[in-house]
């Protein structure tokens, strides 16, 4: 029989919770708003942007929670990446994703009370939790508020730049939440992972 781990605390579910109805709210309403026409609208414009802007609002509030929450619980530590062999860990965790689970093979990184993470998803989960989400929630705010936005940076239109981000940071969160919910398909049984984010246990 496995272990089971609790590895998921009550805060953490809370905010993986908000995060994700949120974020599916901010794909849904983003592409609306950004696929517009007068003939078709998947919803109605002003209600696209009022809902669009609330979640946005949330998943910025929902991120300070995380930060604060991650140092002040000491959660933080399983984010911490080893650059000593890091691209030897990753090749060898991308070749269990993309063959070995397939042959049966056990993962090379299994879960335990110290290792919440393989190699692959610390490094998706810090570029996606430090830098595209910031980047999403920085220049939404400035499309939210463009008056403080400054109107050219080099000879570029700020504002469109901003705007360019905020889409490019949309996208790659879209893709980070397919690739998130086919990996978490994988655990054995196929609830296993889904069952462990609500329940607080890995097993």
Do not use: C
Request: hydrophobic share 50%.
């Amino acid at each position: 029989m496995s272990e089971r781990l609790y590895l998921y605390p009550v805060w953490l579910r809370v905010w993986h919770a908000i995060n994700a109805l949120s974020i599916l709210t901010l794909i849904v309403t983003g592409i609306s708003l950004q696929y517009s026409d007068v003939n078709f609208e998947m919803f109605k414009f002003d209600i696209s942007v009022a809902i669009h802007n609330a979640a946005g609002i949330i998943v910025s509030i929902n991120f300070l929670y995380f930060l604060i929450s991650n140092f002040v619980t000491g959660n933080i530590k399983f984010y911490y990446i080893e650059m000593k062999g890091l691209g030897n860990r990753l090749i060898k965790q991308a070749h269990y994703y993309a063959f070995g689970m397939f042959k049966g093979e056990s993962t090379p990184f299994p879960i335990s009370k110290d290792r919440k993470f393989n190699p692959l998803q610390k490094v998706t989960y810090v570029l996606y939790m430090f830098l595209i989400v910031p980047a999403l929630i920085i220049s939404g705010l400035a499309l939210l508020f463009p008056e403080f936005i400054i109107p050219h940076f080099f000879g570029f239109s700020t504002i469109q730049l901003t705007a360019l981000t905020h889409a490019s940071s949309g996208f790659l969160i879209s893709v980070f939440l397919i690739i998130h919910v086919y990996i978490s398909t994988t655990g054995k049984p196929i609830i296993s992972n889904f069952k462990g984010i609500i329940t607080g246990y890995h097993e």
